[in-house]
């Protein structure tokens, strides 16, 4: 049976979710996927063990009855024993009435059954009512069966980890559809990157989210870990979350990213008024507490727990304001030397009262170490910008940052998006950066000691301190009025253009001393792109960073055929980061951040199938490939095109030529066709097209047009048999290229992005300058004196005049 891929997956649980979707929001319906999902992994691997245990027994010499009993011992099993209430068969095959009650007694009995499970499932309640009525029996069969069409046991994935990274994408998902209240227990990963990578966690410590929400921060913390070398099971993760469903999602992301033993609690109260960590009547503490808590909350102080945390003072119960009571909480649960990372609303950097006596507090006692502006739209639900604050304990600031204060503003380094902005490996590492060396970078980061802050009354707006306003674009007056382009405009680009290998002089004629006017090869705005995307010297410089990329990888290539594991990744990641960073370092086009993203990026994409070529070598890749492209095929609203994979452009490189010319042929014998029947029904009195088709002419071409569309459907047709043959075919040095040529095509293809970016910001130089002095004041006074006159000329014809 062919393995499951991440894709494969990907689209039988976003087609569950299609079960629910649209009766009801995703908010609501979430738990019941990911309660099913739970129920379908449990019940198929506990079959898949069970039956291994029954094969043990016999080989005992057990009986077959003996065997069967003794397997019904829960000791025997590695995940989860699963009792026969809550096993697969039995819910898809005797559960058609109550089956809201059926399923959530099935959850009772596995939660019952295992230590690991206490007290999650009950949170998801397949009764629960939504508005006036709950799912239907019929709702609930449908999702059943659909859970029913994939079988869920390790044994049959493409790496370890898959329903973990599959689990992640379903809770990305949800966020995606439930907008604001995704926010609520979502974080974007690339944020949370950031935030751990500044948090840096190791081996030994422990970590703490006081609103986990579905556990990202601990998943990625000890992640990090792990790519850093280090062993992530060393690491205590601990966390808590107010909303008991959204607790349970982050215990089953927990279980199925294998941390079976985070500390993870729950309560109805939340953090500020009911802490759940306390040992021996006192609050627990953490080397590193990481969390994005929900933004501008109101809480009520009376009578809440260990006071002494608010040392500082309490913000207004009312009013939305408890966003610095969750960071003194932070800040009391923080071992000496710890570290503090945590996402906040602006408005707790400059606003006055009792927040302003809070930031007296904090900066007298030297707690904030860095304060990081980031871009608009980064999280669910709201434009609104946050920042990222990094506080330490009292005393446990190194010596070179005491008394000194930190400003980052990456308020303009993300990548746009559509719904959502996105930062991007370069963005986080350009941050990251900053943050350990500390030190001025003009533009984006400046060191502010305590003086200066209190001058500013303790205001820690941070554009105050770093100002990423760009500069106004220069208007020449003169040249504006008599032409000419300022050669000092020009100067001014002068490290872009070098950067791009772009000598500008071949583009402009020199007017005087001080102006240059566009040369002839220039006789339109949309020439200049075509000019320099055809320059010697931008061709050249970009192809340098192709040939350094080519050269780099034929001197790694080989560190892939040594993969044994997905453990083996780890040094890998860590020994191409490095030489892919020093292999590029000199070709001038690529700042070191976009250098850096380009290897991170192609990492991050490229892990599920590095993860599948660790676990199954080179042909078991190209077979995850294949029945990916085959599963994408069966589906009617496939997201990508099967035929556009890589593994059939590999594979099939002349049939998919054949099939675009086919689809040519389609396109335009569709097009004559249009056009000479429009012409036919032109009204009368108009003259007929010159090249007007015949109706015999009309006759074959349409005649034509349903062989070719015939053809091509036929051709078609055969692309999954063709797909198949082909990859059977392949010997294991075929297999080899093939992988290897694909992911070095996806890093081109990551490099070719950046360098792309690059060339239209050159282009973007040269538009501005047409549009700005191409045609000057006295140029447009010439043109509206001709006008005039023309203008005159007719009304006198007219008898106006």
Not at 560 to 587: C, H, M, N, W, Y
Not at 607 to 618: C, I, M, R, S, V
Not at 623 to 631: F, S
Not at 698 to 709: D, G, I, M, N, V
């Amino acid at each position: 049976m062919p393995r499951l891929t991440l894709p494969q997956l990907e689209r039988h649980l976003f087609a569950a979710a299609d079960v629910l979707r649209g009766s009801m929001e995703a908010s609501a319906y979430k738990e019941y996927i990911f309660g099913m999902l739970f129920l379908k992994y449990a019940s198929d691997q506990f079959e898949t063990e069970q039956k291994q245990v029954i094969a043990d027994q016999r080989s005992r010499g057990r009986s077959r009855a003996e065997a069967e009993q003794r397997a019904e011992s829960p000791s025997f099993y590695k995940t989860f024993y699963v009792p026969q209430r809550a096993r697969w068969d039995q819910i898809r095959d005797h559960l058609h009435k109550a089956v809201g009650s059926g399923l959530n007694k099935a959850l009772e009995e596995l939660e019952h059954s295992n230590r690991s499970l206490d007290g999650v499932l009950q949170h998801i309640d397949f009764n629960r009512k939504v508005g006036q009525s709950s799912m239907s029996d019929k709702k609930l069969r449908e999702l059943i069966m659909h859970f029913n069409k994939v079988p869920l046991r390790q044994q049959d994935f493409e790496f370890p980890d898959l329903l973990g990274a599959a689990y992640e994408y379903l809770i990305r998902d949800f966020a995606d559809s439930a907008g604001k209240k995704g926010g609520e227990f979502y974080t974007p990963r690339d944020v949370v990157r950031l935030m751990v990578q500044i948090a840096d966690p190791h081996p030994g410590m422990s970590v703490y989210d006081p609103c986990t929400g579905s556990g990202g921060m601990l998943i990625l913390s000890k992640e990090y870990v792990e790519e850093s070398g280090g062993d992530g099971r060393n690491l205590a993760l601990a966390g808590q979350e107010k909303d008991g469903s959204v607790w349970a999602i982050s215990k089953m992301n927990m279980l199925l990213h294998g941390i079976p033993d985070a500390d993870l609690r729950n309560n109805d109260d939340g953090t500020l008024e009911d802490p759940a960590h306390i040992t021996g009547g006192e609050l627990q503490r953490f080397d590193r507490v990481i969390t994005n808590p929900p933004f501008s909350m109101n809480y009520v102080a009376d009578a809440i727990p260990f006071p002494e945390r608010f040392r500082y003072g309490y913000t207004p119960e009312k009013g939305k304001k408890a966003d610095l009571m969750f960071v003194q909480h932070m800040l009391a649960v923080t071992r000496p030397g710890g570290m503090v990372t945590t996402v906040m609303p602006h408005g707790v950097l400059f606003r006055s009262g009792d927040e302003g006596r809070i930031r007296t507090g904090f900066l007298n006692d030297d707690l904030i170490e860095a304060v990081i502006g980031l871009g608009p739209q980064l999280f669910y639900g709201t434009g609104i910008p946050a920042c990222i604050l990094v506080l330490r304990p009292v005393g446990s600031k190194p010596a070179v940052r005491r008394g000194k204060v930190l400003f980052i503003n990456a308020d303009r380094d993300y990548r746009e998006g559509r719904a959502q902005n996105y930062l991007e490996p370069e963005h986080i590492e350009k941050i990251v950066s900053a943050y350990r060396s500390f030190q001025d970078v003009p533009g984006f980061a400046r060191v502010v000691d305590r003086a200066e802050l209190a001058e500013n009354d303790d205001n820690l707006n941070i554009r105050r301190y770093v100002d990423t306003t760009p500069d106004p674009e220069p208007q020449d007056v003169r040249a504006h009025l008599h032409g000419g382009i300022p050669v000092s405009e020009i100067a001014d680009k002068a490290d872009l253009f070098t950067a791009h290998g772009l000598a500008p002089d071949r583009f402009f004629v020199p007017k005087d001393d001080d102006y240059v006017l566009f040369a002839d090869v220039v006789s339109e705005r949309r020439d200049l792109r075509r000019l320099i995307e055809s320059d010697p010297g931008v061709v050249a410089a970009e192809s340098a960073v192709d040939d350094a990329i080519d050269l780099w990888w034929e001197e790694q290539e080989g560190r892939f055929d040594k993969l044994q594991s997905p453990g083996d990744l780890v040094d890998l990641r860590k020994d191409l980061i490095e030489t892919f960073r020093d292999a590029l370092a000199a070709t001038p086009l690529l700042d070191p951040f976009a250098i850096r993203g380009i290897i991170a990026s192609w990492w991050g994409e490229s892990l599920p199938d590095l993860k599948a070529l660790a676990t199954h070598g080179y042909q078991g890749l190209i077979e995850a490939w294949v029945t990916t492209v085959l599963d994408a095929l069966a589906e009617e609203k496939a997201k990508v095109n099967p035929l556009d994979h890589k593994v059939a452009r590999a594979l099939l490189p002349e049939y998919l030529d054949q099939l675009t010319g086919l689809e040519g042929d389609v396109a335009e014998l569709d097009s004559t066709i249009k056009a000479a029947t429009a012409s036919d029904d032109e009204e009368d009195g108009d003259e007929p097209a010159e090249e007007a088709l015949s109706s015999t002419e009309l006759k074959k071409l349409k005649s034509k047009l349903t062989a070719t569309k015939k053809q091509l459907k036929i051709e078609k047709a055969a692309f999954a048999d063709r797909l198949a043959a082909a990859s059977s075919a392949l010997d294991d040095t075929s297999a080899r290229q093939i992988v290897l040529d694909a992911l070095e095509h996806d890093l081109l293809a990551e490099a070719n992005d950046r360098i792309t970016r690059h060339r239209r910001a050159v282009i973007a130089a040269f538009d501005t300058w047409w549009d700005k002095y191409r045609t000057p004041l006295s140029a447009l006074e010439v043109e509206r004196e001709a006008a005039a006159a023309k203008l005159a000329g007719f009304l006198k014809e007219l008898g106006y005049a």
